[in-house]
């Protein structure tokens, strides 16, 4: 068989070119349709959200031991951060985020290591928005995450509370 020079094709970069071009066209096409139709049923973009108007957040009234707060100091909301026990968690929340706030009690084992009754659980707070999830250098697997949370003050008082005495969990409302 005779010795063959290289087979040379012309023209092959503009043909490149040019369908990648159409391929940045379709794309582009394709989100801003994506995006107008979002706009236009007036989806907010976060998972699970409706275009309805959020309910206001509930709180669970903290026990107190005179029965009376000072005026206008039991509505005005504070952040407070809060260890939530599980880190992997605290991944999926977003900021802006409403979440309720479980403390769950941890059991002590009984005299032969086995665990007596089951854990008890209760809402410390309903519907509180996610103020900010800092940024963690590294995550323990028993230390849990923090989340900072905004609520009223009252609230804030329950939440430390828990904390102290309790392993809190959150569920995304």
Do not use: H, N, W, Y
């Not at 985020?97 to 086995?114: E, N, S, Y």
């Amino acid at each position: 068989m005779p010795p063959f020079g290289p087979l040379r094709v012309r023209g092959s970069q503009q043909r490149l070119r040019r369908a990648l071009l159409r391929r940045r066209r379709t794309t582009a096409a394709g989100l801003a349709m994506t995006a107008a139709a979002l706009a236009a049923t007036g989806a907010s973009g976060a998972v699970g959200a409706s275009a309805d108007t959020p309910s206001p957040p509930t709180f669970v009234s903290p026990p107190s031991s005179s029965g009376r707060e000072p005026a206008g100091r039991s509505s005005e909301l504070v952040s407070t951060a809060v260890r939530i026990a599980d880190a992997e968690t605290v991944r999926l929340l977003r900021r802006g985020d409403r979440v309720d706030v479980i403390a769950a009690a941890a059991i002590a084992p009984g005299p032969a290591g086995v665990m007596d009754g089951e854990p008890e659980a209760r809402v410390v707070a309903t519907g509180v928005r996610v103020a900010e999830i800092p940024k963690t250098r590294e995550l323990s697997s028993d230390g849990g995450a923090l989340v900072v949370l905004s609520v009223p003050r009252a609230t804030a008082a329950v939440l430390a509370a828990a904390s102290a005495t309790s392993r809190l969990a959150v569920a995304v409302c």
